[in-house]
């Protein structure tokens, strides 16, 4: 089992697992509680949230250059930041940021002009490249000021140092234990840093010389200008840095992974891409107020994206005090794991669980799905702040490539999961991009 867990965890789930709403394992380094029912996921995550913190390991995996982020920080810490950056993500500001996701989807059409029609081209690469783009327009404005690719070559390799789960963090062996890949990461975390800090006292310049005349037109603004609605504090410049790079690293290798999956299912369903193309002709020719709410079919192929090949495969919590769950007694330590990507092919509750359905997300539909059964962003307290900033990049990026190219999988190709943080396509994804004669 360990080493299937550490190629790829997904390989752990058994067909059993699919049907049975909770079940206890025990696995080599903790007793493990599976939840995968609605009623009792809503329990853990919601209504006895505080005796479930994230469990060790997500802790060590997090706290490297993301500790005193949003998504590393607990107790009175993250309730400070979360009421902090609440605005900073509020349903108006993320609209405003529509013409740069347009802008950034606009540039990947024009390099993809330039491909030939025999490239094979490994879309999976493009989309992290797409969405590090995206969150340089959109929370720098002015760009990183640094190589992108060698920003997105940096980022990967983070991503595959932090995602490395071995014997030592399973059976809880002390961080001053060195880790393989620790000082190549702390070079890449240095290389990040030095990019932020340049970026922010730049920005902070800015900002002391016209104070009243820089427009929050950016995150970074945003965050720098942010202040606690309770006690007018604003966050530490710290905070500020592990915020960013938690934004850049968590939301780039997440919406990347959900466009690359759109994009593959979309390549499978030749009638839905075509739904979706007719639908980008008509409301990307109009006006930008209210595109995202009029790009329904696109929304619902996101979704379903989400829901077969969710970015985080599983959450995990560990039991603070005696408690239970659907008639299980959970021990104090006990870890309890809810994944995304069993629940959400669950035979209990999805219909053709394993097909490629959107209409499952189209109006009137959708609201007959549990609250507790799709969770591609987490829920509870500390459900991801970017969801609809997320889901608004995703439907956006996505029309504007159906658009104007068709894509198919290149011959020979196998695509198959692997969960390594996010869930990513192992091999990538090779494809053949074919502009469209006419739009």
């Known amino acids: 089992m360990l080493s299937t867990l550490k190629r790829n965890p997904l390989e752990c789930w058994s067909a059993d697992f699919f049907e049975l709403p909770i079940a206890r394992v025990t696995l080599p380094f903790a007793d493990a509680v599976l939840v995968h029912e609605p009623a009792a996921i809503k329990h853990v995550l919601v209504d006895n949230a505080a005796n479930y913190r994230k469990d060790p390991i997500q802790r060590r995996i997090l706290a490297v250059g993301l500790g005193d982020g949003l998504l590393s920080v607990e107790g009175e810490r993250w309730e400070v930041q979360r009421r902090t950056l609440a605005p900073v993500f509020a349903r108006r500001t993320v609209i405003g940021l529509t013409a740069a996701m347009l802008s950034a989807g606009q540039g990947l059409v024009e390099r993809w002009r330039r491909f030939a029609p025999s490239d094979v081209v490994d879309v999976a690469t493009e989309m992290t490249l797409l969405t590090l783009n995206v969150l340089a327009l959109t929370i720098f404005s002015d760009g990183v000021a640094s190589d992108l690719d060698e920003f997105r070559l940096a980022m990967n390799a983070y991503f595959a140092t932090i995602g490395r789960i071995g014997a030592l963090d399973l059976f809880g062996v002390p961080e001053i234990v060195p880790r393989p890949g620790r000082r190549r990461l702390k070079q890449t975390m240095s290389y990040f840093e030095g990019v932020i800090d340049r970026i922010i006292a730049a920005r902070q310049r800015r900002l002391g010389a016209c104070p009243q005349s820089e427009p929050a037109t950016d995150l970074l603004t945003l965050l720098l200008r942010a202040l606690d609605p309770s006690t007018g504090r604003p966050m530490s410049l710290t905070e500020v840095r592990s915020n960013i790079l938690t934004f850049l690293s968590a939301g780039h290798e997440t919406t990347a992974n959900t466009l690359a999956w759109s994009l593959f299912l979309l390549s499978q369903a030749p009638e839905w891409a075509k739904r979706v193309r007719d639908e980008a002709d008509r409301e990307l020719a109009g006006s930008h107020e209210g595109l995202v709410e009029r790009l329904v079919v696109t929304r619902a192929v996101?979704?379903?994206?989400?829901?077969?090949?969710?970015?985080?495969?599983?959450?995990?919590?560990?039991?603070?005090?005696?408690?239970?769950?659907?008639?299980?007694?959970?021990?104090?330590?006990?870890?309890i794991v809810v994944a995304p990507y069993v629940l959400h092919r669950h035979r209990t509750l999805w219909d053709r669980p394993d097909e490629f359905d959107p209409t499952r997300f189209m109006p009137g539909a959708r609201a007959r799905i549990a609250r507790y059964a799709y969770l591609p962003f987490g829920a509870g307290p500390r459900t991801c702040i970017g969801a609809s900033f997320a889901l608004q990049e995703a439907t956006l990026v996505l029309a504007m490539l159906i658009r104007h190219f068709d894509l198919t999988l290149a011959p020979g190709a196998e695509v198959w999961p692997q969960q390594k943080i996010t869930l990513r396509p192992v091999n990538g994804l090779p494809m053949l991009i074919t502009p469209r004669r006419a739009n």
Do not use: F, M, N
């Open 302 to 335: 996101v979704e379903e994206a989400l829901r077969l090949y969710p970015p985080i495969a599983a959450l995990s919590r560990s039991a603070e005090r005696v408690d239970e769950v659907g008639g299980v007694t959970i021990r104090p330590r006990a870890l």
